[in-house]
Each structure stands twice: as structure tokens, then as C-alpha cells.
């Protein structure tokens, strides 16, 4: 370790090497809305946290229609967090490792679900595989399986909302990755299926990891489409998010409870994500 | 060290190849034959297409015109539209930084190629064991990639490509990546792999001195062209471009043959010991070169007028490059560059001795 050198512009500090480089030195104009940002974001968080009927608490989290909704919700997350690995896995891989023609459409629509209001995804989603959908009716015809208002419905509405997340996610994994791992397995013997799924999954891992538990995340919030496709029905297609939309307007205090679960969710996710996601250098 | 083996189709090359491939204004037009047993090392520039003849071989890249034949069974042939892929040719490539897979073991390494081929776990462990156990890695089996140095690294890279038994086996510069002390040692184990390797090898380089040490016959690659092919003895001693000239470190010159004497295209002309007539190069080496501050008395038949153009320190000599009607090196011990008192822009007569010079037909 080098001394700092003096500056000209400070006077040296007994603890300079442990204060951050410049922090007394930003100016207002960006210091004071920085700070209101700051508190815009955090406040709300302590406000629930402060209003919390946290006595009550206990008796509110162990009522049957929290229990329901909770394990409906952790349920059809962790369903729609699988869908979304089986099909986007493959999905990222074919953006990352392969070219044909329109590739960057392709890539265009499957971002597409990020920014479109969820409640959108939704009113699609009905349109296609609603009883009446264009596919929906022909599911129904053939299988009896129809899917809107059903809890598969709850698991196709997080999915569709969710997969891009795990999609992105891969890809950039994907592209960070050497191809040449897999042009020497390939030298080995390995076909391209054997070499995805011995060298290149193995080395994607962690970005698959990260991209799962965004997805799960995401999906476990879920509110827009899963309302629109599933609907509202306690137990069946009721996931939290909607417990606590409902619980406003009759029982503001397990509405509360419910929110509470759903941050401590959140910060369990971020925590775990925090070495990929939470270290900038 | 060819050795001669019992072969599908007499007459034919185990390795067989003309390894065509456009890419733009380049164009690579090699071609390559070998037989079992022979190491041959393509030697040329960077750009010079070495990497995409290797890659041509190994299957990664298809040829565009020309053929690829091994031991009589084609693998890639553009003009009946036959391409086998790299996973299934019989071969065994070395990678220039070894690509070990880093999630997996040292033995898990060297068994990829047999379980890819169908073993089962045990199986394909068991048969990787006694390849480690040749490079003397036997209790590294189970370090990850990371954990090994450099020289253990291209060793288990060597075993894992051998283990699958290949027919053709490439190493694309494979002591590249280490450092100059290991490197010796790589160099002579490798040496004696390669002596033990009982199929074809061919090796990318842009080290002269690995060529000759690893090959049996050196294919020199300019511009995607073969400028020159043979024994490295031989391509050593009789340089036909000035890219080799230069590995070799000989000074070399293109020119006119007439009895014992070559004239160059500018004029000049040497005196060599050979009887040649027309096209020919002469080469000589830089410690044939006397340097002296004024004309001097001496029998060398071969005397120019020089201008020091630099000085560089080459080992226990020192190399100084002179420019003039006839551009050469010469090398001179401390002594005497000190005598000479040489600097840039230092005017002296240089010297070279017929019976020092070499010449050849072109």
C-alpha cells in the first residue's frame, strides 16, 4: 500500500484512506436530489415496517386464507420458475449460440413481456388460450383442459411475465462464456447436445442460478396478467399479491402481514443474488 | 522416423489433403500429406493461414474447394458436398491455451472423449487413468484445471487429446503459452509423445525452434500459401524466403547464377564456393560477416560498402543490421564492436568469405 499522496485541494485527513474518495466534495444540486431519491425509495419500506401490526402478526400469518395464499403463491412460482428453465434455457442458448435469419426479431419479441404492461400480457394470453382463444378452443375440444381461471392458468400468467428475466439472463451468461469450450468438446466426440449439456451448462451454471431466481422472484410478485387469465379465487387462483390487494379494501392489517411476507421474500432474493448482482466494481 | 505401415490404399498418403478455404480477399491453398507415424509442423507468420489449415483439419471449419482424405475415408470433400464435423473425425486436438474444461477434473478431462464415445463413468475413467499416469500426473487426477501449472496443464491437454486413440492428431502452437524455463521441459516431453505416437500429428507453430525440434518435415505457410516444405535440416540450411531466412538467422539473397558467381537483381553480385546457372539464392550466416572501419587488404572476394542502420545485443553477441547497396547482419563479439566503435549512421566495409557463403537454385 502507497501512502496516499497529499492533495492540494484537502487538507490531509488523520482517516483519509478509509473515507470514501470525494464524498465531501459533492455538490448540492446532486447531493440534495440524490438523498430525496434515497429517502423516496427506502421510506415506504419503513412506513410498513413502523405500521406493521407486528402483535398481531403471528395470528394473521397462520389465518387459513394466508396460509392458502402464501402456498399458492411459493407453488406457482416455483411451477412457473420450471417452465421457464425448460423452455428458456434452450431458448437463450438458440439467441446466443446459433444465427438464422431474424434473430434479433426473435430477440426483440422475447424481451417484449419486460416492458409490456403486465395486465396486457394478460388480455393476450386470454385471447389465446381462453376457452374461446384461438388455441384454447381447440385445448378444450381435444383435452377438456381449459386454463384461465385454473391454477395452471395462475402458473401460464407468471411464466409468460417471467421467462424473459431468465431468458436474458442465460443469454448474456451464454455470450460471456468461450464457444471454443464447446469446439473442444466437439474435437472430442461430444455432439452439440452432449456438449451443451456437459461443458457448456456446467459453465453457465451460476448466470442460470441468477436468471432462476430473478424468474421466481418476478413470478411471485406477479400481479396484472395473473388476475386478468386466472382471476381471483381464494385457493385456487389467489396468489398473494392478490391477497393483498383484496385485503386492503376489508382488512388493511393482513394486507400489512401479507406485504411484510412479500418484502422479507425480497430481501431474501436480493441477498442471495447480492454477489452477482449487488457488487459493482 | 516414418515408418512404413500397411495401408487401405496403397500409393495414398494416410493424411491426404489439399485444404482449400476463401474468406474474403484471403485465400488458403494448401497442400498436405503425411504418413503414419510422421510429425509435420506448419510453420509461417501470424496471418499466414496456419490457424485455418488446423481448423480445416479438425473439422470446425469446412473447406471451400479441395479435399481431406484420412486413411483412405474422406471427411471433407466440398465438390460431392461430404463435411464431417469435428465430432466425428477420428482426431485429437491440443489447443493452443489446452481449453481444459475448468469444471472438471484432470481425469474427468481426459475421460470427456470416452464418455462422449459412449463409456460409462467408471469405464471412461479407467481408461484415462493410465494416460495421466504416462505424463506422470497420476496424482493430479482429481485437481480442477485451475490448480495445475501451465506445463501440467498442456500435459493433461496432450493425454486428453490422445486418449480417444486418435488417427490424426493437432497441436495448435502448443508451447505457446508457457513460460521459457518450462518450455524446454514441455518441448522434450512432447518430443518424445509425439516419437511414441504411432498416427499422423500435425503441428501449428511460429517458434522456428519447436518445428525443428518436434518435426519430422516442416511445411513453411506464407499468404496461405506453402513457400516451402522438407526436413527441417534441410529447410534450415537452404531458406527460400526471407521469412525463414530471418528464423534461421541467416542473411539470404535472390539472384542470378553464372558459375561461381550470383548476381542480384540491383547489381550486386557474391562470390560463392558452388557451381550454379540461373535462378539461385545465396545465404550466409551473420558471424560470416567481418565489419572494418576502412577498406581492407583481405582475401574475401566479397567485400560492400556499409552504413550501420542499428545494434542490438543477442545473447554474448552483438547483431548489427547494416543497409546499403547489399542489406545484411552481421554479428561481432563485444570486443570487437567495441574496437570497430560502431554506432548508427557509421560507415564500414563489410566482408564475406566465398567459402562461407551458400548457394542454391532457386
Known sequence: MTPEAPRTTTAP????????????RAPAALLLPALLGLAFLVLPLLGLLVRAPWSALPGLLTGPEVWQALKLSLLS??????VALVLGVPLAWLLAR??????RLVRALVTLPLVLPPVVGGVALLLVLGRNGILGRWLDAWTGVTLPFTTTGVVVAEAFVAMPFLVISVEGALRAADPRYEEAAATLGASRLTAFRRVTLPLVAPGIGAGAVL??????GEFGATITFAGNFPGRTQTMPLAVYLAMESDPEAAIALSLVLLAVSVAVLAGLRDRWMSTP | MTRPVAHPRAGTPALDARLTVSRGAFTLDVPLAAEP???LALLGPNGAGKSTALRALAGLLPLTDGH????GAPLDSPADGLFRPAEQRPIGVVFQDYLLFPHLSALDNVAFGLRARGLR???????????????????????RPAKLSGGQAQR???????????RLLLLDEPLAALDARTRLDVRAELRRHLAEFEAVAVLVTHDPLDAMVLADRLVVIEGGRVVQSGRPAEVARHPRTDYIARLVGLNLYQGTADGRRVTLPEGQALATDEELTGPAFVAFPPDAVTLHRHRPETSARNLFPCTVAGLDLHGDRFRVDLTGPLPMAADLTPTAAAELDLSPGTRVWAAVKATQTHAYPA
Open chain 1, 77 to 82: 412460482a416455483t411451477l412457473a420458475t420450471g
Open chain 2, 121 to 143: 463413468r467408471a469405464a471412461a475413467r479407467a481408461g484415462a487413468l493410465p494416460w495421466l499416469e504416462r505424463m506422470g500426473l497420476a496424482e493430479h487426477a482429481g485437481h
Open chain 2, 68 to 71: 481431406l482424405r484420412l486413411d
Open chain 1, 13 to 24: 485527513h488523520p482517516r483519509g484512506r478509509r473515507r470514501p474518495r470525494g464524498a465531501g
Open chain 2, 156 to 166: 493433461v491437454a496432450l493425454a486428453r487429446a490422445l486418449a480417444v486413440r486418435p
Open chain 2, 37 to 39: 507415424g510422421e510429425v
Open chain 1, 215 to 220: 424468474a421466481w422472484a418476478r413470478a411471485l
Open chain 1, 98 to 103: 446459433t444465427d438464422f435469419p431474424g434473430r
